[in-house]
């Protein structure tokens, strides 16, 4: 199986959060053919991509407050944001699903888009001309302050460092956005900090039994079906006697779709990348 096929079979049966990771890679390599200026070694995104600090440009393109946080401004700032990512995703979805997980992220890159505008509307001084902000780090700081609202002893084991607690981590990020914020990239690190609140009240709201994520995922599920519930195959008996056996019509392809099950099963607890040679290619074929 080619590494084309392999991909797609990752992106087919992988989760929302390795779903997300290849919609910000694969945008990022989209915005390098079309945006990307070589001469100059810089992207120069559109008005009507990036998130512009101007008001009067949200009200001609609403949607920016959602793609801007799927670009990124260089391959170290995708590199490290999908490092991130990967990491706080897989402590959320412990202990909550890929639904919540993806309306968090959407939810939050929308809030944090609307305080940036804000605050750059209030306080002009802060920049004598109109700024832009892209970037997955918002919603991802969101991510990561949510999961370690709901479990902040949570104990995570960091190279050359050793265990420490989750709101350690989280607690540190958001002192190094304070304390950079009138530094340079203001406006990223006031994006940051909304995405953090953001997470926090998510948390707390969902312990009080209003999840925020429902809304939009009703929305995503009506366009996309990308969280309908999956048909399952109805059983078929086997009869028994003590002569012989006698084997239902259609019981090969109830082997089938049992060694397909037990394949997904391992994908979601284990991931894709834990299945074996044989496995991907039974996937593979069983897919065609």
């Known amino acids: 199986m080619g590494i084309l096929e392999d991909i797609k079979q990752q992106y087919k049966f992988g989760g929302i959060s390795q779903k997300l990771i290849f919609w910000n890679v694969g945008l990022f390599i989209l915005s390098l053919i079309f945006f990307y200026n070589f001469q100059n070694q810089f992207f120069i995104y559109p008005e009507w991509l990036k998130l512009s600090s101007a008001p009067g440009n949200l009200l001609y393109y609403p949607w920016t407050l959602l793609t801007y946080s799927f670009f990124h401004a260089g391959f170290l700032h995708l590199f490290f944001n999908m490092m991130v990512l990967n ?4 402590l959320f979805l412990t202990f909550f699903n890929e639904r919540q997980l993806l309306g968090l992220y959407l939810l939050s890159s929308i809030f944090a888009g609307v305080v940036f505008v804000v605050v750059y509307f209030v306080f002009p001084g802060l920049s004598p001309v109109a700024t832009s902000v892209v970037g997955a780090s918002a919603a991802i700081m969101a991510v990561l302050v949510a999961t370690a609202t ?28 304070l304390l950079q914020i009138r530094a340079e990239n203001t406006g990223g690190h006031i994006a940051h900090l909304a995405g953090a609140f953001f997470g926090f009240v998510f948390i707390k709201l ?16 009506f366009f996309t079906g990308l969280f309908q519930p999956k ?7 086997v009869h028994k006697n003590p002569v012989r056996t006698t084997i239902a019509p259609g ?15 391992k994908i979601s607890q284990s991931g894709y990348d834990s299945l074996t040679k044989q496995e991907k290619e039974f996937l593979f074929k069983a897919g065609k």
Do not use: C
């Open 231 to 237: 048909k399952t195959t109805p059983f078929k008996k």
């Open 87 to 90: 990491f706080s995703s897989r």
């Open 150 to 177: 709901y479990a902040p002893l949570m104990s995570i084991r960091l190279l050359l460092i050793g265990n420490v607690k989750l709101w350690h981590i989280a607690a540190v990020i958001i002192l190094l956005d």
């Open 251 to 265: 019981a090969g392809k109830d082997i089938t779709q049992k060694q397909i099950d037990e394949i997904l099963d």
């Open 206 to 221: 969902l312990q009080q039994g209003t999840d925020l994520s429902s809304g939009i995922a009703r929305i995503i599920t």
